[in-house]
């Protein structure tokens, strides 16, 4: 059981590049999310997943795109890098079913971005 | 709108002091949860605790305690004996009743436990 794993865990891109990030996870969870944590910040929310197929913004969604093509994959796209988003990428999932509203996210390990 | 506050950015300790990080939340829901979460150097997101709105009981594991105020909305995160391996980057973490999605994070608190 992996839980949450992230691809790549590094990457340098050039301004104007572009990239998919991967997310994988082995829990069956329903709700993905994709996160991105720059200096006293905190976390902040890019785009989520309710469900296989399904995707909405989070806080800070410009600039990316996502896709839940299968239920254990949450894709973060990049279709023009620019160094104002050179970040650590982290993505979580959770559960929804059972006592769901009383469950914690459990994260991957993060990509570290730096776009320059 | 729902906020987290964590105010203080970075705590220096020595070891073996005790040490408390401050987590003060706003939301207009009647059910809510948090949640603590340490970042180690490493930079996983490690995840300590959750608690809802209708249990205001503290808890305590080990060395560590929270202390869950509704009357000031607070939560806050007690290290007894801080050691080193402590020194970490401490997120709370805020989220609505069920059907909600989102999670709201604090900016963090760093702590630092000198040897």
């Known amino acids: 059981n992996a839980g949450v794993t992230q691809t790549p865990k590094f990457r340098v891109l050039k301004t104007g590049q572009s990239m998919t990030l991967l997310c994988a996870q082995d829990?069956?969870?329903?709700?993905m999310y994709w996160y991105r944590q720059d200096p006293g910040m905190g976390l902040r929310l890019i785009h989520y997943s309710v469900g296989e197929g399904t995707t909405a913004k989070g806080e800070v969604p410009d600039g990316y795109n996502v896709s839940r093509l299968k239920k254990q994959n949450f894709l973060l796209g990049l279709e023009s890098a620019a160094p104002s988003q050179t970040s650590v990428y982290f993505c979580?999932?959770?559960?929804?079913?059972?006592?769901?509203?009383?469950?914690?996210?459990?994260f991957g390990p993060g990509t570290r971005l730096t776009v320059l | 709108a729902q906020k987290v506050t964590q105010a203080q950015t970075e705590i220096s300790v020595v070891e073996k002091e005790d040490v408390t990080l401050d987590c003060v939340y706003e939301t207009r829901d009647t059910t809510y949860y948090l949640f603590w979460y340490k970042q180690p150097p490493s930079g996983e997101l490690v995840f300590l605790i959750r608690r809802n709105s209708f249990d205001e009981q503290n808890e305590i594991s080990g060395r560590y305690s929270w202390n869950f105020q509704k009357s000031t909305s607070s939560f806050n995160f007690t290290i007894t004996a801080s050691q080193v391996v402590d020194s970490a980057v401490y997120f709370c973490a805020l989220r609505g009743p069920s059907g909600t999605y989102k999670y709201i994070f604090g900016t963090g608190t760093r702590l630092k436990v000198l040897a």
């Open positions: 829990m069956n969870h329903e709700y």
């Open positions: 979580a999932s959770r559960e929804s079913v059972g006592p769901a509203a009383y469950n914690e996210q459990f």
